[in-house]
């Protein structure tokens, strides 16, 4: 299933390795010469709503997480009133584990993402663009920086108009970078932090299309998503859905390409481009080169830890937007999977990521700020098989009843815990009842 041609990597020659600052950048006139804003020359010649609609034909779902469609989310937009700026906000806050695939966009061909945000802002005729960059990501917020320089001198933003005056519409664009935080990754809490407060995401709604940055009407696009548009635009609809797959369930389609990073016990990790569709099984035998050391799968993180496990009999599963109801996990997610082999100790998985969620819980919400803490305290006594069976049945009690699906949380953070918890639980409970003492034991048995 692999593709014929890359599209988001098409300007990336191979699996980049060694230190980023040694590799080779599509500066502008490079990224002119092979095609380049040839899209955004196609879309300024288009009326915004031609654009939004092709976008929205399209069905390109948001490859930040969500899977939820970039042009409906645009169409949410309030009509201009005139009365302020209307924001793009660029989430490269990447913090979720196991996920490294816009950072490969950033590190080797900026401009393709650039492209896509200028034609994001004039389909939604919107005045400023923040790139929220994660904080650790000093190099790529470097190369970001520069080529944002080059497009103001090219006259792509500015106020002269984009693409130089050929159309008066003007865009400013700016790096913000992250103070750190996994929870900035949430929309809403990615728009506190922009505006300097800490980022705890906003009660919902109103949604940041009508109250989003600084109380305008805000559009939140992962990079990748926006990476996509420009060959959208160029190729149109019905080239985008020759790719990827339809649902299994009669839903939403899952379109086009997708990078996935794949880490973990695999002979070669990296970043791949390959459609939508695609099985785990073939993403790790023929883009990874098979398990490393020729040691049998165990399981996998599919898409992100907050979208649970999948199981050892689901080693095939179908890497779409259809996952989650197919292989019982919250959904795709980034599609960065993390891959266990066979002597994978998946107690201590599970008990290592609860420890992420706990430290990163923004505290806001109290089943989150104290289950989090709860899960992570219930992991260690398993881990070290000091618990009981109740302590089992508890950990799952509390997972099960906290996060936004279960109306007691603002965001999704205590859902990511949740799903992982119950799904690793009941996909490899034989080993975490094997670390556990039965409920009632004998006094005199205790004392031994």
């Given amino acids: 299933m692999k593709l014929t041609e890359p599209i988001l990597t098409k300007r990336i020659p191979s699996i980049p390795h060694g230190d980023p600052k040694d590799r080779h950048i599509v500066g502008y006139d490079e990224f002119v010469k092979t095609d380049g804003y040839q899209a955004l020359s196609k879309a300024l010649d288009m009326q915004p709503a031609q654009v939004l609609g092709t976008v929205k034909d399209a069905i390109l779902r948001g490859r930040g997480g969500a899977g939820f469609p970039a042009g409906l989310k645009w169409s949410f937009l309030p009509p201009q009133d005139g009365k302020g700026l209307r924001y793009l906000c660029v989430n490269c806050d990447e913090a979720e584990p196991g996920t490294f695939k816009d950072r490969l966009l950033v590190d080797f061909d900026p401009h393709l993402v650039l492209e896509g945000i200028a034609i994001a802002c004039w389909a939604c005729q919107l005045d400023v663009a923040y ?6 990501y000093h190099h790529q917020a470097r190369v ?9 001198a090219a006259g792509i933003f500015g106020k002269q108009g984009m693409m130089a005056g050929k159309s008066k519409h003007a865009v400013e664009c700016y790096v913000h970078r ?15 932090a922009i505006e300097g407060k800490r980022g705890w995401p906003r009660v919902k709604p109103p949604f940041p299309a009508v109250k989003g940055l600084f109380g305008r009407p805000t559009i939140v696009n992962n990079v990748e998503t926006l990476a996509a548009v420009p060959d959208i635009i160029s190729r149109g609809v019905a080239w985008w859905k020759s790719i990827g797959v339809e649902s299994s369930f009669g839903g939403m389609p899952s379109y086009g390409t997708k990078l996935m990073g794949v880490s973990g016990h695999v002979t070669r990790p990296g970043c791949f481009e390959a459609p939508l569709g695609i099985p785990l099984s073939e993403l790790v035998n023929e883009y990874c080169g098979g398990m490393r050391g020729g040691k049998k799968f165990k399981g996998a993180i599919a898409g992100g830890v907050s979208m649970g496990v999948l199981g050892t009999d689901q080693f095939d599963a179908a890497m779409d937007f259809d996952i989650g109801r197919r292989c019982d996990v919250l959904g ?3 599609a960065c999977p993390t891959i266990f082999d066979e002597d994978t100790d998946m107690v201590a998985v599970a008990r290592n990521c609860a420890r992420f ?23 260690t006594r398993i881990d070290r ?10 950990l799952v009690e509390i997972a099960s009843s906290m996060g936004l699906n279960e109306g007691t949380t603002i965001c999704g953070l205590a859902d990511g815990n949740n799903w992982l918890v119950r799904t690793i639980v009941k996909k490899f409970r034989g080993e975490f009842e094997r670390r556990v003492r039965p409920k009632f034991v004998p006094l005199h048995l205790t004392a031994r």
């Fill in 144 to 152: 970001m920086e520069r080529a944002i320089q080059e497009a103001y």
């Fill in 357 to 379: 969620f706990m430290n990163e819980s923004c505290g806001q919400c109290t089943p989150c700020r104290e289950g989090s803490g709860w899960i992570h305290k219930l992991l």
């Fill in 131 to 136: 790139f929220f960059i994660r904080g650790e």
């Fill in 332 to 334: 795709l997610g980034t």
């Fill in 178 to 192: 992250s103070a750190g935080a996994y929870i900035c990754g949430e929309e809403t809490g990615l728009l506190e």
């Fill in 385 to 394: 098989g000091d618990a009981t069976t109740a302590d089992l049945d508890l």
